[in-house]
């Protein structure tokens, strides 16, 4: 049972009305990693098919990460000593996670999909550790996220990572595994259960068989060896034939259409929309169907999707529990506080300590998100590692939550002598839906007057005083600091 109970009826005709703050926040904090005052205002009043469009566009033609000078290491090029190779390992590691998170940050919604997909076509980086692995699977995942699926299935599948992970390196004639069969269709394609059976699976093992030579140095690229396949006969899906690897995805795609189209959109819904699909079974199933006569394109699905009145709909909106990376991404786009290598470094080691290590879920089934991210420890932890963050923000430049506070506020910003005014728009910029009651307004904004009242020139019958405005008042930026550390502790701070 989900925390949040789906009660959207809204229906996938597009949503027609011009969008406001609100609806774009919404949608920035779905298809991105939020975004700030400057980027939601360029989009104010326009249509959702026309904002929908230009994200999409984005997403297909945005440039993968830049291939690291390693990306085509193997093991004879690093030391032959652990002590001497395993910093060379970390600092690798350690490169790509930071630049693939600076993606995250800018990237919206192709980076936000490849970082959806390395949920699900999983690989544990701990398993394999080997960072030009790690490089290719990333550019695969970027390079499909708004791709075709039935490619992106069969080439994530030949990644060295993937057949590491998954034992398919270890496949052969003589002694099938059945790992990667299993998932490609209990993870990756229909659901646990939905539409196979065992021996399915074991057919499948032999036609998967080959991909197995490893070379006698760490860390070469796996590749075929045709004395390593098993060429018989097998008969997979009801179908008998000399299967093999790309025999398997055709099949898999042509005799279980429909199955994946409603597996893989329920996921998509599940991520960006809902975590109740339960009463969304007529959305989800105009998107299968959009996704299998778009011949499993990716993009028709999202657009169908992300410009409809159910996407929109007030009951989608601060129903989704942020994840770590959720957490402090999108506090840095929404305060547009400039962040520093060292400040990505930091949101990486934050989101590891709070259960979402980059490339590394929990097991081959994900990180299972939302619920999950909750629990007294993570709660009390995702609070201090927030609070952590502002507190370096501050120390670093204090101006720029100055800054931030006249940005929110609009043309008021510079100029209004009252604080409620501009406690109230951070507030409802930082938090989806607002704060639930007037009292919990009247909480918050008590504790950005807090300096204002003790300099004596705030009388509470009277929140309009001439000597007090974002501008002149030196102990603004600390006003706006204060708020947000106690925004960041609201539980509706945890959603998005």
Same mark, same amino acid.
Not at 442 to 465: G, H, K, Q
């Given at each position: 049972m989900e925390y949040f109970i789906n009660c959207n009826t809204s229906s996938l005709a597009e949503y027609t009305a011009p969008l406001d703050r609100q609806k774009i926040h919404h949608l920035f904090r779905r298809l991105g990693f939020s975004a700030s005052v400057t980027v939601i205002d360029q989009?104010?009043?326009?249509?959702?098919?026309? /904002?929908? @469009?230009?994200l999409i566009n984005e997403a297909l033609t945005i440039p993968t990460l830049p291939e690291p000078a390693w990306a085509n290491w193997t093991g004879a090029n690093y030391p032959e000593e652990n002590d001497a190779r395993t910093p060379i390992i970390r600092s690798q590691i350690n490169e790509l996670n930071l630049n693939y998170t600076k993606l995250l940050l800018v990237d919206n919604l192709r980076d936000r999909l490849s970082f959806f997909w390395s949920n699900h076509f999983v690989t544990e980086l701990r398993v394999y550790d080997a960072p030009p692995f790690l490089y290719e699977y990333v550019n695969c995942l970027q390079r499909n996220a708004i791709g075709n699926f039935k490619t992106f299935t069969s080439e994530i599948g030949l990644t060295s990572a993937m057949l590491y992970y998954l034992d398919g390196a270890f496949n052969n004639e003589n002694n099938p595994n059945e790992n990667y069969g299993r998932e490609l269709y209990e993870? $990756?394609?229909?659901?646990?259960?939905n539409g196979y059976t065992e021996e399915d699976i074991i057919e499948t093992a032999r036609a998967l068989t080959g991909y197995v030579e490893r070379g006698e140095v760490r860390w070469t690229p796996v590749t075929f060896r045709a004395d390593r396949f098993d060429a018989g006969s097998k008969t997979i899906l009801g179908q008998t034939a000399n299967f093999d690897y790309d025999g398997v995805i055709d099949n898999l795609f042509a005799q279980r259409s429909n199955e994946i189209g409603v597996f893989i959109c329920t996921k998509l819904y599940e991520f960006f929309v809902h975590p109740d699909s339960e009463n969304a079974q007529p959305i989800i199933n105009g998107l299968a169907t959009t996704f299998v006569n778009s011949n $499993?394109?990716?993009?028709? /699905?999202?657009?169908?999707?992300?410009?409809?009145q159910h996407f929109f709909d007030e009951e989608a909106i601060g129903v989704i529990i942020k994840s770590p990376f959720d957490c402090f991404l999108n506090?840095?786009?929404?305060?547009? $506080?400039?962040?520093?290598?060292?400040? +990505?470094?930091? /949101? +990486?080691?934050?989101? @590891?300590?709070?259960?979402?290590?980059? $490339?590394n879920p929990v097991d081959v089934a994900g990180w299972q998100r939302n619920r999950s991210w909750i629990n007294t420890n993570f709660l009390i932890g995702r609070w201090l590692s927030a609070e952590a963050l502002l507190e370096a923000f501050w120390t670093e430049n204090r101006e720029q939550f100055r800054t931030f506070g006249v940005e929110v506020t609009g043309p008021l910003g510079a100029t209004t002598h009252n604080p409620d005014i501009v406690a109230r728009a951070i507030i409802d910029k930082i938090l989806p839906k607002g704060?639930?009651?007037?009292? @919990?307004?009247?909480?918050? +904004? /008590?504790?950005?007057?807090?300096?204002?009242? @003790?300099?004596?020139?705030?009388?509470?019958?009277?929140?309009?005083?001439?000597?007090?405005?974002?501008?002149?008042f030196d102990n603004t930026p600390e006003q706006v600091y204060l708020l947000l550390r106690y925004l960041v502790r609201q539980p509706e701070f945890q959603l998005k």
């Open positions: 989009y104010v009043g326009q249509s959702a098919s026309n /904002v929908i @469009d230009a993870l $990756f394609t229909l659901g646990e259960g $499993f394109e990716i993009a028709p /699905v999202l657009s169908q999707l992300f410009k409809s506090l840095i786009n929404e305060t547009g $506080f400039t962040a520093s290598d060292t400040t +990505i470094e930091t /949101v +990486i080691n934050y989101s @590891d300590q709070l259960s979402q290590e980059l $490339f704060l639930l009651t007037e009292e @919990d307004y009247t909480t918050a +904004i /008590v504790s950005f007057r807090a300096l204002y009242e @003790d300099n004596n020139i705030y009388e509470d019958e009277n929140p309009t005083n001439p000597s007090w405005t974002m501008l002149n």
